[in-house]
């Protein structure tokens, strides 16, 4: 039996494999559309991290270049501070120099002008002087408005201004030195910009910006007066206006004097270009491969973590400082507590001291009037007794009142110490007052000496007083004030003193009293040639009950309660300068206006 055609069709369809052909066209259109959809994503995945990673390089750059120009603004404005501070100073010296050396003063130029290159002149112009011939008209212009207004007047000078590379903007300042109210000279200043500004740029950065100078921002059109360049600038003559706009660029004010000044930093492009040529070529990479996005992702993660640890190493420096500063913060709080409590100790066992002392002195004074009584009973009855027994008796009345006497003197003594404890643990100052100091001087002078004299007829000495008589009346605590004199004094004096006791020389005790006005503050200089103080005393001079006086000549207590009236209660200085068994002088600094203070601290 024969099969019909149409049923060996179907069944031939029916068995027909796919064709191979179409399998691979398919599969071969997949994977293109699976490279092309991987490369699309590839690439997005790709500019994104690419702009992130070029955003985070550009903030970090501008952020970097901010904090360059600042630090360099402001050093430029401290070295235009210290600039007139030195002027002002050295005008102070040659106000003050009475015998017309002019030694310090030239010393102070020699010595700031050699630490300072940017520094080309500082000269001394005398009040009558004329300076005319050695000055363009801005500067006499200056100049003249310096001693006229009698306030401290700046003025520009620039050469050569089209061509940068020897161009030079000067800066001249003259600064009025008064004596009151009255004008005595003024001080001539001039600085060199460029080498100020290269001088305030961090060294390793030289070429990372372009500076402009500009005389100021109401005419936006107008040219730099002075332009440092770290990298030649494309455009030479660059208006303050396009500047502004120009991107890395930092815009700050500069006062000197009475110029006002617009400075504009630009970071080069050297500092600023972007390197990122590597990222670029890997991207291009990643467009024909399948593992873009993970790569892509993987980079981005370590660029942050990066990025993380750098701000973590920044937050751990920041809080290593905060650490640091809250333990010396602290320490300082330990140790003032440790010197309230032991200025509160030292207060409260000088008066459980004093009130058995008072009984000791005050039986001590009845008990003598007691033995008289005695010594004039037994003289009345010395009938009664026998030679020998009266004999003893009197040898143990005057033996009595001997030990008597010897407990009350050291009672004496000893109250003095506990006065000094109560006075060196007081916490509130005395009142304040105007005060002539040279007059209260010469009083604790004599007072002292007299003292000495009382306690040795044979004591001399040859005290010599130099006093700075512009110096008069000044607030100061009068009482406390008299008692750090009579310290000092008493300790000059007792040097001398010793000192023409051991000598086997010529030896001439010496004394010298100096007052001195350093501009805000007066100086008094307290020396002798007597003994000095040895190198292992020297840390321990100002420590409460140190001395090194003999045991009952005195308390250790008179130059702690000085340097605690000096430094604590007027604001000022106690030092000392001293050769063993040559000299040894005290100098007191204080102020001439008073800080007074609500507290004092004990030390």
Same mark, same amino acid.
């Given at each position: 039996?024969?099969?019909?055609?149409?049923?060996?069709?179907?069944?031939?369809?029916?068995?027909?494999?796919?064709?191979?052909?179409?399998?691979?066209?398919?599969?071969?259109?997949?994977?293109?559309?699976?490279?092309?959809?991987?490369?699309?994503?590839?690439?997005?995945?790709?500019?994104?991290? +690419?702009?992130?990673?070029?955003?985070?390089?550009?903030? #970090?750059?501008?952020?970097?270049?901010?904090?360059?120009?600042?630090?360099?603004?402001?050093?430029?404005?401290?070295?235009?501070?210290?600039?007139?501070?030195?002027?002002?100073?050295?005008?102070?010296?040659?106000?003050?120099?009475?015998?017309?050396?002019?030694?310090?003063?030239?010393?102070?130029?020699?010595?700031?002008?050699?630490?300072?290159?940017?520094?080309?002149?500082?000269?001394? $112009?005398?009040?009558?002087?004329?300076?005319?011939?050695?000055?363009?008209?801005?500067?006499?212009?200056?100049?003249?408005?310096?001693?006229?207004?009698?306030?401290?007047?700046?003025?520009?000078?620039?050469?050569?201004?089209?061509?940068?590379?020897?161009?030079?903007?000067?800066?001249?300042?003259?600064?009025?030195?008064?004596?009151?109210?009255?004008?005595?000279? /003024?001080?001539?200043?001039?600085?060199?910009?460029?080498?100020?500004?290269?001088?305030?740029?961090?060294?390793?950065?030289?070429?990372?910006?372009?500076?402009?100078? +500009?005389?100021?921002?109401?005419?936006? #059109?107008?040219?730099?007066? +002075?332009?440092?360049?770290?990298?030649?600038?494309?455009?030479?003559?660059?208006?303050?206006?396009?500047?502004?706009?120009?991107?890395?660029?930092?815009?700050?004010?500069?006062?000197?004097?009475?110029?006002?000044?617009?400075?504009?930093?630009?970071?080069?492009?050297?500092?600023?270009?972007?390197?990122?040529?590597?990222?670029?070529?890997?991207?291009?990479?990643?467009?024909? @491969?399948?593992?873009?996005?993970?790569?892509?992702?993987?980079?981005?993660?370590?660029?942050?973590?990066?990025?993380?640890? /750098?701000?973590?190493?920044?937050?751990?420096?920041?809080?290593? /400082?905060?650490?640091?500063?809250?333990? @010396?913060?602290?320490?300082?709080?330990?140790?003032?507590?440790?010197?309230?409590?032991?200025?509160?100790?030292?207060?409260?066992?000088?008066?459980?001291?004093?009130?058995?002392?008072?009984?000791?002195?005050?039986?001590?004074?009845?008990?003598?009037?007691?033995?008289?009584?005695?010594?004039?009973?037994?003289?009345? &009855?010395?009938?009664?007794?026998?030679?020998?027994?009266?004999? #003893?008796?009197?040898?143990?009345?005057?033996?009595?009142?001997?030990?008597?006497?010897?407990?009350?003197?050291?009672?004496?003594?000893?109250?003095?110490?506990?006065?000094?404890?109560?006075?060196?643990?007081?916490?509130?100052?005395?009142?304040?007052?105007? @005060?002539?100091?040279?007059?209260?001087?010469?009083?604790?002078?004599?007072?002292?000496?007299?003292?000495?004299?009382?306690?040795?007829?044979?004591?001399?000495?040859?005290?010599?007083?130099?006093?700075?008589?512009?110096?008069?009346?000044?607030?100061?605590?009068?009482?406390?004030?008299?008692?750090?004199?009579? &310290?000092?004094?008493?300790?000059?004096?007792?040097?001398?003193?010793?000192?023409?006791?051991?000598?086997?020389?010529? +030896?001439?005790?010496?004394?010298?009293?100096? %007052?001195?006005?350093?501009?805000?503050?007066?100086?008094?200089?307290?020396?002798?040639?007597?003994?000095?103080?040895?190198?292992?005393?020297?840390?321990?001079?100002?420590?409460?009950?140190?001395?090194?006086?003999?045991?009952?000549?005195?308390?250790?207590?008179?130059?702690?309660?000085?340097?605690? $009236?000096?430094?604590?209660?007027?604001?000022?200085?106690?030092?000392?300068?001293?050769?063993?068994?040559?000299?040894?002088?005290?100098?007191? %600094?204080?102020?001439?206006?008073?800080?007074?203070?609500?507290?004092?601290?004990?030390?």
């Amino acid at each position: 039996m024969c099969a019909s055609p149409a049923n060996d069709l179907g069944a031939a369809n029916k068995k027909r494999p796919p064709n191979p052909a179409i399998k691979d066209k398919v599969s071969f259109t997949f994977s293109w559309i699976a490279i092309v959809i991987r490369g699309i994503v590839g690439t997005i995945v790709s500019l994104f991290v +690419y702009s992130q990673a070029l955003r985070i390089e550009s903030e #970090d750059t501008l952020g970097r270049f901010l904090m360059l120009s600042s630090s360099e603004h402001t050093l430029l404005k401290k070295h235009l501070q210290y600039f007139l501070k030195d002027l002002e100073s050295t005008g102070y010296l040659y106000k003050t120099d009475s015998n017309g050396s002019k030694k310090e003063a030239f010393q102070f130029i020699e010595d700031r002008m050699r630490g300072n290159a940017f520094i080309e002149l500082m000269r001394w $112009i005398p009040k009558n002087k004329n300076p005319y011939n050695n000055l363009d008209s801005m500067e006499s212009q200056a100049y003249e408005k310096a001693i006229s207004a009698k306030e401290v007047s700046a003025a520009i000078k620039v050469t050569d201004q089209n061509s940068p590379a020897s161009q030079t903007l000067h800066l001249i300042v003259f600064v009025p030195i008064l004596n009151k109210s009255d004008l005595v000279g /003024v001080m001539q200043g001039m600085i060199d910009v460029s080498v100020l500004i290269k001088s305030s740029i961090l060294a390793g950065y030289e070429s990372a910006m372009n500076v402009f100078i +500009y005389r100021g921002v109401k005419d936006l #059109d107008s040219k730099p007066l +002075y332009r440092y360049e770290g990298e030649p600038a494309a455009v030479k003559e660059i208006s303050l206006e396009n500047l502004l706009n120009e991107p890395y660029t930092e815009h700050k004010r500069l006062s000197f004097a009475d110029l006002k000044l617009d400075m504009v930093y630009q970071a080069t492009a050297s500092y600023t270009e972007h390197t990122w040529q590597a990222f670029i070529a890997s991207s291009i990479g990643f467009l024909i @491969t399948s593992v873009i996005v993970v790569t892509a992702w993987i980079l981005l993660k370590i660029e942050k973590r990066q990025f993380t640890n /750098v701000l973590h190493e920044e937050h751990v420096q920041e809080m290593e /400082v905060a650490i640091d500063q809250l333990e @010396t913060t602290k320490n300082r709080l330990v140790a003032q507590e440790n010197l309230a409590s032991l200025g509160g100790l030292t207060a409260g066992i000088a008066h459980e001291i004093k009130n058995p002392l008072n009984f000791i002195n005050n039986f001590s004074l009845l008990s003598v009037d007691l033995v008289k009584r005695l010594d004039n009973f037994v003289l009345n &009855n010395s009938k009664v007794l026998n030679q020998e027994e009266m004999e #003893d008796l009197k040898e143990s009345v005057r033996t009595l009142q001997e030990n008597i006497n010897t407990i009350h003197e050291q009672g004496k003594r000893a109250d003095t110490t506990i006065q000094r404890m109560l006075a060196h643990s007081r916490g509130k100052p005395g009142d304040w007052a105007s @005060t002539d100091i040279h007059k209260l001087l010469n009083e604790y002078i004599n007072f002292s000496f007299h003292g000495m004299r009382a306690k040795n007829s044979n004591f001399n000495v040859k005290i010599e007083k130099e006093f700075d008589e512009n110096v008069k009346n000044i607030e100061v605590v009068a009482s406390d004030m008299s008692r750090v004199f009579l &310290n000092l004094l008493n300790n000059a004096f007792q040097s001398v003193e010793e000192k023409k006791r051991i000598s086997k020389e010529n +030896y001439v005790p010496h004394v010298l009293i100096r %007052t001195h006005n350093i501009g805000n503050y007066l100086r008094i200089r307290i020396k002798d040639n007597g003994m000095g103080i040895s190198e292992e005393n020297k840390t321990k001079i100002f420590t409460p009950f140190f001395t090194t006086k003999p045991p009952g000549v005195g308390t250790g207590l008179g130059l702690s309660l000085s340097y605690n $009236i000096i430094v604590r209660e007027h604001g000022g200085s106690l030092t000392f300068d001293t050769k063993e068994n040559e000299f040894c002088e005290f100098i007191i %600094t204080i102020p001439l206006k008073a800080k007074k203070e609500k507290e004092v601290v004990v030390t």
